[in-house]
């Protein structure tokens, strides 16, 4: 089973991850990590720990959810994702790629479900035009 580790700013990551388990129940192998207060090499550290704790099998493999690319919070996961747990990085992160992950992680690898997740974290943003009255 792939696991999932969502690494944002500030407490974005926990709020998503709580709200798929709202939507989905408790959800092993997914959690949250903020990059306050950490340094980019604290957060390779905690990236590494936390999946050598909670990825299984070493070919299970792990996807990064990050919620903004170019900051420290994607530097630290492309550091990290280098040698140990075979790892997936996927950044601009919404609800709809958590969902998704979790309910395909079983069935899709390492990488062919990264490809669907950005499929589906596009579909969801969308434009709604204001309802039309009568």
């Known amino acids: ?5 969502v ?4 407490g974005i990551g926990k709020e998503l991850v709580r709200v798929v388990e709202l939507v989905l129940g408790p959800v092993p192998g997914l959690a949250a990590m903020t990059n306050s207060g950490k340094s980019v090499q604290d957060l390779i550290d905690e990236i590494r720990a936390w999946a ?3 990825c299984g099998a070493p070919g299970d493999g ?12 994607a530097n ?5 994702a280098i040698g140990g747990t075979p790892a997936r ?4 992160i919404n609800l709809a790629m958590l969902l998704d992950f979790v309910t395909w992680r079983d069935t ?4 062919e479900l990264p490809r669907r997740l950005v499929e ?14 009568g």
């Not at 089973?1 to 580790?5: A, I, K, N, V």
């Not at 792990?62 to 919070?73: Q, V, Y």
């Not at 630290?76 to 990290?80: D, H, K, M, R």
């Open 1 to 5: 089973m792939l696991c999932g580790l």
């Open 7 to 10: 690494v944002t700013h500030g």
């Open 52 to 54: 050598a704790a909670n």
């Open 62 to 73: 792990l996807l990064l959810f990050i919620d903004d690319f170019g900051g420290s919070c």
């Open 76 to 80: 630290a996961a492309q550091i990290a």
């Open 89 to 92: 990085i996927l950044t601009g």
């Open 108 to 111: 899709l690898g390492l990488d």
């Open 120 to 133: 589906k974290g596009r579909d969801a943003i969308t434009a709604l035009g204001p309802v039309q009255e």
